[in-house]
């Protein structure tokens, strides 16, 4: 029994030294995997026009999680009349917002953090209702994105970025 106390507070201890390490280093998602904590320079002016991220084609977004250890995507962006936009796309079958955990993290607490380029801006999301505003989100969408096929509309959620 003390063999396996020991056992169990070593697990611990290394999976609290990794944390404390990937906190100081951060671990930004690559394509398909998820990361945990953005790195970069924290810009807190607030941004008045978003039209700078049509030359990215992709950011980062690091949501909070229940359990206080950040989980972070990476996502295309829409810039719109200056406003920003992201967009996320469900295959059939799948449930908004169940089914993408950093779309389940956003909807239970709206604070994000964005990194675009190298730079991090801490803003909040908010679910686009009105149907024009995502029609015409949607069509910026796909001057940007041209090679994306298109998805049938309610398989794509839109949320606009709004200052944190």
């Not at 972070?72 to 799948?94: F, M």
């Not at 993408?100 to 801490?122: A, E, S």
Request: net charge positive; with cysteine; proline share 5%.
């Amino acid at each position: 029994m003390k063999r396996l106390g020991i056992v169990v507070g070593l697990i611990v201890a290394v999976l609290v030294v990794a944390l404390v390490v990937l906190r100081a280093v951060g671990l930004d998602p690559n394509e398909r995997r998820a990361g945990l904590w953005l790195t970069g320079e924290v810009i807190t002016t607030p941004v008045t026009d978003w039209s700078f991220t049509d030359k990215y084609r992709n950011i980062y977004v690091q949501t909070k999680t229940w359990y206080l250890v950040p989980h972070s995507v990476t996502t295309g962006c829409t810039a719109k009349d200056g406003k920003l936009y992201l967009t996320s796309i469900y295959r059939p079958g799948q449930q908004f917002p169940r089914d993408k955990t950093w779309n389940r993290n956003f909807t239970r607490d709206p604070r994000v953090r964005l990194k675009i380029g190298d730079k991090l801006y801490d803003q909040q999301l908010a679910l686009v209702m009105d149907e024009t505003e995502k029609d015409a989100v949607l069509e910026a969408k796909a001057k940007k994105y041209p090679q994306q096929p298109a998805v049938e509309k309610n398989r794509v959620f839109v949320f606009k970025v709004l200052p944190g």
